[in-house]
């Protein structure tokens, strides 16, 4: 997985596809962790996106502030 390639919405497409994988009543346990693994990697990688997008957005804002004065 090539987080650098990949959209935020592109992420939490594959987390719900993963979500609809674990629900099913077949799947194995070694299938059910690895889904999970990938799942967990695929929420940090959405944190670590929305915080920077945060980020931006309080720069822009404390700059905003700045220019009206």
Do not use: P, R, W
């Not at 939490?12 to 009543?25: A, G, R």
């Not at 077949?26 to 799942?39: H, K, N, P, W």
């Amino acid at each position: 997985m090539k987080k650098e390639e990949k959209s935020l919405e592109a992420s939490f497409h594959e987390i719900n596809d993963i979500i609809s994988k674990l629900e099913q009543e077949d799947i194995t346990l070694e299938d059910s962790f690895s889904l999970y693994q990938e799942g967990i990697k695929l929420l940090k990688y959405c944190n670590d996106s929305i915080d920077k997008v945060e980020k931006k957005l309080i720069v822009l804002g404390e700059k905003s502030e700045t220019d009206e004065l």
